[in-house]
């Protein structure tokens, strides 16, 4: 291998990057500085001082990124109303930018020649965090172990932890994948290879089981130009505002989710995520939306909103594409002014009543009652002139065929 002299990981303490630090010394003997980005992941970064340095590490840097990533990457996903494949609300697709952005400068800043991560060589995780050292230092080296080394699995890597006197959490018997921050815990891997599989209670970090729910409550979300601002009239920034809902939705068991999803590498996945707070955020930013914005906005945003999903999910978030895409959603998103009443129930969350002083809602118009604004008889002429190329269709259909066309029942 190549001569490396200093290398930062990208380090969580789990498994991979847990045996990472030792191989790259004995494969590249090189120093390695492990680097942990904060982007909500709680206690789970407390150990990870001493146990970076007992696994050879020379030193750890810790960066809180909390409200960075919810200000300028999760607002931006939660303006564009990105969800993968229906279910999927990116919570770690959008958290590898910001991570892989900090590791290059830190690189920059310490002098280093390389970076590396433990991502697998089936993930979609590699994609992310090697555009990402592209688009900020492409002078960088980006060192994947897992595409490089001769260990095939995870009972490989918990032998060689082993040998190399690595402590590690994981275990035969416990063996998945997770990832958590602010936006969401994820979990793959075990015996969730197994799509038929049910996920364990085990699993399940941020969120309480659905039957054990509290009584059904109602909580009350303030929007301030797509950003929210408060929780029942206390102010909160981002961050805080989603660790609060985490802790309050997931009580309620709100936000897990089991899925089978396409990798943009080319294979089915099935996973578990929990994401609480995104799930009520989302239901009320939706909700909040549908009352302020135009038909035709609104549905250019839902046009929109697949191809943004695809590109954070691939990748692509230093982009000009993406940074264009933003501007379009937040000027929708600076209407997006009011408040949102959410019920909180068991497994679930539904708004139940929205208000906003740019509301587009007209109760003088939208009443079934007597009204003294809206001309019914208006509408004989608008439908007139908006059917009237069906009409023209007709009547060319009609000339062709000598009589009224005789479509098949339920046809077109």
Known sequence: MSKVKKVVLAYSGGLDTSAIIPWLRENYQCEVIAYAADVGQGEELDPL??????SGASKLIIKDLKEEFARDYVLPCLRAGAIYEGKYLLGTSVARPIIAKYQALIALEEGADAVAHGCTGKGNDQVRFELAVRSIAPQLRIIAPWREWTMKSREDLLAYCAKHNVAVTASAKKIYSMDRNLWHQSVEGGTLEDPWQSPSEDMYVLTKPPKDAPEPREIVISFQEGVPTAVDGQAMTPAKLILFLNGTAGRYGIGRVDIVESRLVGMKSHGVYEAPAATVLREAYEDLARLVLDRESLWLRETLGPTYTRMVYDGRWFTVTREAMDAFFATLGAKVTGEVRVRLDRGYCVAVGRRSPNSLYDPELATFGEDAVYRQKDAEGFI????????????????????APNFPEGGS
Request: cysteine-free; aromatic content about 4%; glycine content about 12%.
């Open 384 to 403: 007139r002139l908006f059917g009237l190329p069906i009409e023209v269709e007709g009547r060319v259909r009609r000339r062709k065929l000598g009589s």
């Open 49 to 54: 001082h001493e146990k970076a340095k007992q």
